[in-house]
């Protein structure tokens, strides 16, 4: 039955982010005064970035699931009208 699927099976397009360009010419961008080190900007950008492709993967998972749930209705209702007639 399609509800049984592992859910590890979801692509994982998601599970490694490109660098932006702002990320990497964040150096750049702060070296105009700006009173946050760039490393700490970085760092959060890196941060964000992973929280991102979490999400997206969680994303598709959740997306392949209710797929799988879509499909079993359909199947469901199916059966029902072969039963009610």
Known sequence: STANAPEDDAPNRYSRTDRT???RYSRDANSSGSSVPSNALEKRIEELERELAKE???NV?????TQD????????????DLLNR
Do not use: A, N
């Open 21 to 23: 360009t702002y990320s």
């Open 56 to 58: 997206r993967q969680e």
């Open 61 to 65: 998972r959740l997306m392949k699931m």
């Open 69 to 80: 749930k879509e499909e079993l209705i359909g199947k469901l209702k199916e059966e029902i």
